[in-house]
């Protein structure tokens, strides 16, 4: 179990999937005590082999909130495109006058564009991947850091991937940009670990969520894969585990990373992918 958060305001960005990492970790931080505020697209997007490619409405935010209060906690969603600053400013903006300030920040909005054979990805999809995965974490840490600094300090997780730590065929947009987000993690906690201020990214493994089971269908598409033998984005027995993650089991790290027992953890990149038996 994590260490309290009581007391602390968290912000989470990519909550509206109902078996995403963002709303696991929102809830484990709401259970650790926290107050959680969730983020998403919350509107209609393209579809690859019948699945949403962003949290396409504001129901499943309301259903975290339900969740997060349930446990005593308050809770507030807000849809947000972390792509446009002026949005991430305005929704920061009220989170202070409702919450008092912010503390965690777990950057989780990602989104699988850059999944493509590297000669068919246009512009477009590296540019989106780029302002996604780096910018938006950008914009939201630019925006939290000064209250964060009121504070006394605060604590910034951002949600690379394993693909963050090595390479994988037809992922160089996802990996290019995943590569980024540590790069950016280390920077935030040398500019900012005198204020008190810690930076971690997680790169997590093959993880059952909505986004892998996209990152499936992607597969199947641009890369001729059966789908009856496309069970996992790794090989169940590449897994020392023999078993892909669970959300939760990643927003219980997020939780304690977010919490004083992680209090002198900065600067890092935590693998948390049941030993692929590859290794990095």
Known sequence: MSESLTGKVAVVTGAGRPRGIGRAAA???????????????????????GIPTVAEDEEGLQDAVTEIESMGRRGKAFPLDVTAEAD??????????EFGGVDILFNNAGTPV???????LDNEAWDLSWKVHVMGMVYTSR???????????????????ASGLRALPGYAAYTATKHAVIGLTKTLALDFGVDGIRAVSICPGDIDTDMTDLGMALAVEHFGVDPDQQESLAPIDTIALRRRGQASEIGKVVAWLASDGASYV???????????MEGI
Request: proline share 6%.
């Open 266 to 276: 900065s600067g890092n990149s935590m693998l948390i992918d049941g030993a692929l």
């Open 114 to 120: 850059g999944v493509k054979p590297f000669l068919e």
């Open 143 to 161: 925006a939290v850091i000064p209250l964060m600094r009121e504070r006394g300090g605060g604590v910034i997780i951002n949600n690379s991937s």
């Open 27 to 49: 809830i484990e931080l709401a259970r650790a005590g926290a107050d959680v505020v969730v983020t998403d697209l919350a509107r209609p997007g393209p579809r690859v082999a």
């Open 88 to 97: 991430v400013v305005e929704v920061i903006d009220r989170v202070q006058a």
